[in-house]
């Protein structure tokens, strides 16, 4: 009883501080006079009252959270955060069910960029706002931010943390303070979002636009104020601003720092991560351009290069912004994106899939068995980089891939089995495990969610999840073992 008091106390707390993202918000209805500022109000009310009563009844309860619990807390909170910023979306939007208010805020916080609202181009700025506020909460995450704070209410923050990033990246700190850490990357994450929101202001958006898109690019939500996205402004200057800084999101963060802090970029040369990912893109870039050429869905190679560049870089990165309907090209293409999304986002980034350290780690292993059987007598260990990888990280990333096909085929199978479509059921759920949005099909960039029934939502909004918590965090829970003492 004792460990689910001490976690009430820290969920309270961090309630209390989700509470304070409303501000924004309720600034922004009073700007534009869009009525919604009532519904802000109460929610920033309830997210406080709540939290601060759940933390006051369980305030002797107080202590440091077990690894273990980390886990269920950190959980507990992104469903329950999820929830609680439904409300202004329900109070502003009425007939909005729960099922698709919880869809489109869990999109946001998991930066999944799905969305199943049409109309954006004429809904109230302040909801919009909120939409693109989540997904830049949601690119760092929460919790790095909670622990950040709770430090200073005499809470530990390494359990959330380690709860919160799942892989190798989990053990490489910036500083020997976990709360420092969270706090520079924080400020690294708002210079540059402010850097993104002045230059899309520069490439021609209006102010409020480039606010929220920074927020989604910096993020790599991908959502949009415009039902045609990135379409809406047909800006080969916006593209290219938002390709620059979705692939500065997909790159890790803490290299960002050290980039910063040493005024150099020898950091990004020695990464072991950014330079593949780049290298892979730049490729594919090139030979999808090459490929839809050839087909003739563009007259010419540039035309082809500038919508490639863009849709390419957005979808492999877990972003999710789209400028044209590129389900229309030849099916390799936009299928080749949906796999780059799987496989190209870096470790300590805000992008979603496997990662790339993982994807180097399964290459080089591969390539260690092979060798293995021609010399069945050698030592070869694994590097990534200069680091020498332990085999228990090559066992984790192994059972980490297992269950993350798994659960694309289960979700698959689930969408078949209520009457989706094949295609639009396997690219719907790889677009929402790996946090990347637009599928093809009926979930394509031309359309989105909102046609899908309430079980195919719930279906799409658990692969999200999913993806969030790197599998590992939330199937954890449904196992005997953890529950056990």
């Given at each position: 009883m004792q460990r689910f008091c001490t976690l009430g106390f820290v969920l309270g707390l961090i309630l209390m501080v989700f509470g304070l993202t409303y501000i924004l918000p309720i600034f922004t209805s009073l700007y534009f006079e869009d009525g919604m500022v009532e519904h802000f109000f109460n929610g920033m009310s309830l997210n406080i009252g709540v939290g601060g009563f759940l933390s006051l009844v369980t305030m002797r309860f107080r202590g440091d959270v077990k690894t273990r619990d980390g886990y269920l807390l950190v959980a507990l909170f992104w469903i329950l955060m999820a929830t609680a910023a439904t409300f202004p979306l329900m109070w502003g939007m009425p007939g909005l069910s729960f099922t698709d208010a919880f869809f489109e805020t869990s999109s946001g916080l998991t930066t999944t960029g799905a969305t199943v609202f049409t109309g954006l181009d004429s809904l109230a700025p302040s909801l919009n706002l909120w939409r693109h506020e989540l997904n830049w909460i949601g690119g760092l995450g929460i919790i790095v931010l909670a622990v950040a704070i709770l430090p200073l209410l005499g809470i530990g923050g390494m359990q959330l943390y380690k709860a919160e990033i799942a892989g190798p990246i989990k053990d490489s700190k910036l500083t020997p303070r976990i709360a420092e850490t969270a706090r520079l990357l924080w400020l690294v994450y708002g210079g540059i979002t402010i850097a993104c929101i002045l230059s899309l202001n520069w490439a021609g958006m209006s102010w409020f636009d480039a606010i929220c898109h920074a927020f989604a690019a910096m993020g790599l939500g991908g959502l949009s104020t415009h039902d045609a996205s990135i379409g809406y402004f047909n800006s080969p200057a916006i593209e290219m601003v938002l390709t620059v800084f979705m692939l500065i999101s997909a790159m890790n963060f803490a290299v960002h720092y050290q980039a910063l802090h040493q005024f150099s970029f020898?950091?990004?040369?020695?990464?072991?991560?950014?330079?593949?990912?780049?290298?892979?893109?730049?490729?594919?870039?090139?030979?999808?351009?090459?490929?839809?050429?050839?087909?003739?869905?563009?007259?010419?190679?540039?035309?082809?290069?500038?919508h490639v560049t863009f849709n390419l870089v957005s979808v492999a990165t877990s972003s999710g912004f789209v400028s044209v309907?590129?389900?229309?090209?030849?099916?390799?293409?936009?299928?080749?994106?949906?796999?780059?999304?799987?496989?190209?986002?870096?470790?300590?980034?805000?992008?979603?899939?496997?990662?790339?350290?993982?994807?180097?780690?399964?290459?080089?292993?591969?390539?260690?068995?092979?060798?293995?059987?021609?010399?069945?007598?050698?030592?070869?260990?694994?590097?990534?980089?200069?680091?020498?990888?332990?085999?228990?990280?090559?066992?984790?990333?192994?059972?980490?891939?297992?269950?993350?096909?798994?659960?694309?085929?289960?979700?698959?199978?689930?969408?078949?089995?209520?009457?989706?479509?094949?295609?639009?059921?396997?690219?719907?759920?790889?677009?929402?495990?790996?946090?990347?949005?637009?599928?093809?099909?009926?979930?394509?960039?031309?359309?989105?969610?909102?046609?899908?029934?309430?079980?195919?939502?719930?279906?799409?909004?658990?692969?999200?999840?999913?993806?969030?918590?790197?599998?590992?965090?939330?199937?954890?829970?449904f196992t005997p073992a953890f529950w056990r003492k």
């Open positions: 020898k950091p990004y040369s020695d990464d072991p991560e950014a330079m593949p990912m780049l290298g892979i893109i730049v490729v594919s870039i090139l030979i999808c351009s090459a490929y839809i050429t050839y087909f003739d869905v563009y007259p010419d190679f540039l035309i082809s290069l500038r309907d590129f389900d229309k090209w030849p099916p390799f293409v936009p299928w080749w994106m949906l796999y780059l999304s799987c496989i190209t986002a870096c470790t300590g980034s805000t992008g979603g899939g496997i990662k790339m350290f993982r994807t180097l780690l399964l290459w080089k292993q591969a390539g260690r068995e092979m060798f293995s059987i021609l010399h069945p007598r050698a030592i070869n260990p694994i590097r990534i980089g200069d680091m020498p990888i332990p085999n228990k990280i090559i066992f984790s990333v192994l059972a980490f891939i297992f269950l993350y096909f798994i659960s694309i085929v289960v979700l698959t199978f689930s969408l078949l089995f209520s009457g989706l479509d094949p295609i639009s059921s396997l690219s719907a759920v790889m677009a929402c495990i790996n946090n990347a949005g637009p599928g093809l099909g009926v979930v394509g960039p031309a359309a989105n969610y909102q046609g899908l029934s309430d079980f195919q939502t719930w279906v799409c909004t658990i692969a999200m999840l999913l993806g969030r918590f790197e599998v590992f965090t939330l199937l954890m829970l």
